[in-house]
């Protein structure tokens, strides 16, 4: 039982954050000074806040709390690098020995970091945290949600049914993480291409309360093809697929007009050449189009521009701050 405490790092990714950033941060220190008080986690532990290049008061908000409460760090990206590699940026630039992950809005019960601690004594090294219900959630999110997740299934794409990126991952697991050097981030499918043991915990999520979603709709869907495009070659084998099939209808088609022919029918008509045309050309642009969502991406990763840039920290001293 004389076992050296963990050191915890809670990551909270903020853009925008100043309505619900108080409560929050009150939340979570009431939160990580009883872990620490029952022994759970290390008095090293942290919480980590990150500000992900906000337009408002957020980084007032949190330079005034780690100047008042050393449990708090604050990371500043140099502008706003997108909730993904705002994440990766908290877990790369910090030392600790376990790093949880959880949006700044709470809406992911942060009380189940005590249980996700509890599956890390059991020895998993990646606890997911996954949603009962979309009880919280409009209609018209719940259905494209589960729509999508089936079809990252269908493509072959490993995750998790209403997982996002509330997780506990181990030094170790975020250090082979490191080894996957990919610029189009989703995180959800990417940690489970880990290995390791992992655990999972249940619980409700609540909505928002106090300011807006920072996901809006062209963002989400972003987000969404990333998951497709990044982790599936199944939409450019549907496009030789489907060339495949057209040329197999092609020939039939060129049978058709023979029998035609030497039956001495009429003239084949306008309108069937029309369709065709129309067909062949959608069918082609199509293509090209997802052979290109391709290729963009194998230009975004050969250029490696870095995922997140910091521009300031707060309360790391040098020990806990990691250089590559
Ligand atoms: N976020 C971020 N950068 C962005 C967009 C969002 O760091 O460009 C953060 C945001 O502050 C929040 C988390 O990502 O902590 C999830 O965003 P939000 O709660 O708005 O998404 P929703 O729950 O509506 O899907
Ligand atoms: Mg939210």
């Given at each position: 039982?004389?076992?050296k405490l963990?050191k915890?790092?809670?990551?909270?990714p903020?853009?925008?954050e100043?309505?619900?950033?108080?409560?929050?941060?009150?939340t979570?220190k009431?939160l990580?000074?009883s872990?620490?008080?029952?022994k759970?986690?290390s008095?090293?532990?942290?919480i980590?806040l990150?500000?992900?290049?906000?337009?408002?008061?957020?980084?007032?908000i949190?330079s005034?709390?780690?100047?008042?409460?050393?449990m708090?760090?604050g990371i500043?990206?140099s502008r706003?690098?997108?909730?993904?590699s705002?994440i990766?940026?908290?877990?790369?630039s910090?030392?600790a020995?376990?790093?949880?992950?959880i949006?700044?809005?709470?809406?992911d019960?942060p009380?189940?970091?005590?249980?996700?601690?509890k599956?890390v004594e059991e020895?998993?090294?990646?606890?997911?945290?996954?949603r009962?219900?979309?009880k919280?959630?409009?209609?018209?999110?719940?259905?494209?949600?589960?729509l999508y997740?089936?079809?990252?299934?269908?493509f072959g794409v490993?995750?998790?049914?209403?997982h996002a990126?509330?997780?506990?991952?181990?030094?170790?697991?975020?250090?082979?993480?490191?080894?996957?050097?990919?610029?189009?981030?989703?995180?959800?499918a990417?940690?489970?291409?880990?290995g390791?043991?992992t655990?999972?915990v249940y619980?409700?999520?609540?909505?928002?309360?106090a300011?807006e979603?920072?996901?809006?709709l062209?963002?989400?869907?972003a987000?969404a093809w990333?998951?497709?495009?990044?982790f599936s070659?199944?939409?450019?084998r549907?496009?030789?697929?489907?060339?495949?099939?057209?040329?197999f209808?092609?020939?039939?088609?060129?049978?058709y007009?023979?029998?035609r022919?030497?039956a001495?029918g009429?003239?084949?008509?306008?309108?069937?050449l029309?369709t065709i045309?129309?067909?062949?050309?959608?069918?082609?642009?199509?293509?090209l189009?997802?052979?290109?969502?391709?290729?963009?991406?194998i230009?975004v990763?050969?250029?490696?521009?870095?995922l997140?840039?910091?521009?300031e920290?707060?309360?790391l001293?040098?020990?806990?701050k990691?250089k590559?």
């Amino acid at each position: 039982m004389a076992e050296k405490l963990q050191k915890l790092l809670i990551i909270l990714p903020c853009y925008n954050e100043e309505e619900i950033l108080p409560s929050t941060i009150k939340t979570m220190k009431k939160l990580l000074t009883s872990l620490v008080k029952e022994k759970k986690v290390s008095p090293e532990s942290k919480i980590c806040l990150v500000n992900d290049g906000s337009k408002d008061k957020t980084w007032e908000i949190i330079s005034q709390t780690c100047a008042q409460d050393k449990m708090f760090a604050g990371i500043k990206l140099s502008r706003n690098f997108g909730h993904q590699s705002t994440i990766i940026a908290g877990m790369y630039s910090v030392d600790a020995d376990l790093y949880v992950t959880i949006d700044a809005d709470l809406q992911d019960n942060p009380e189940c970091i005590a249980e996700m601690l509890k599956c890390v004594e059991e020895g998993a090294e990646v606890v997911y945290g996954i949603r009962k219900s979309r009880k919280t959630d409009s209609i018209f999110k719940r259905t494209s949600a589960q729509l999508y997740y089936r079809l990252l299934n269908l493509f072959g794409v490993d995750v998790l049914y209403n997982h996002a990126d509330y997780r506990l991952m181990s030094r170790r697991a975020v250090e082979t993480l490191k080894q996957f050097p990919e610029r189009n981030l989703f995180l959800r499918a990417t940690v489970p291409l880990l290995g390791f043991k992992t655990a999972q915990v249940y619980y409700d999520r609540t909505a928002r309360t106090a300011g807006e979603t920072k996901y809006p709709l062209n963002k989400m869907l972003a987000l969404a093809w990333n998951g497709v495009s990044s982790f599936s070659i199944v939409p450019l084998r549907i496009v030789t697929f489907l060339g495949l099939f057209i040329c197999f209808l092609s020939v039939l088609f060129l049978i058709y007009l023979f029998y035609r022919y030497s039956a001495k029918g009429t003239v084949v008509g306008w309108a069937s050449l029309v369709t065709i045309i129309t067909i062949f050309s959608g069918v082609q642009l199509l293509s090209l189009g997802i052979i290109g969502e391709y290729i963009a991406k194998i230009f975004v990763e050969a250029k490696k521009r870095p995922l997140f840039i910091v521009e300031e920290t707060l309360n790391l001293d040098d020990k806990e701050k990691i250089k590559d």
